[in-house]
């Protein structure tokens, strides 16, 4: 049986479905990012991605039903 559930809602205090999760791979991915990234260089990659996002255009967003 198949049980799909919302990881960012149920999954805040850790995973719920154990190693039965489908998204295992990314936790591992993740830990290795952290393991092998300094404090600095998160910084420095947050910093790029910050600069970046300010420098575009502000982008409107118009609901259909206005």
């Not at 850790?14 to 991915?29: H, I, S």
């Not at 993740?30 to 420098?55: G, P, V």
């Amino acid at each position: 049986m198949e049980t799909t559930i919302d990881c960012g809602k149920e999954c805040v205090n850790g995973c719920v479905l154990g190693d039965r999760c489908p998204n295992l791979q990314y936790a591992e991915q993740a830990n290795k990012f952290m393991q092998e990234t300094s404090l600095d260089q998160m910084h420095e990659i947050a910093e790029t991605a910050r600069r970046k996002k300010l420098s575009k255009p502000t982008q409107w967003i118009i609901p259909d039903d206005f």
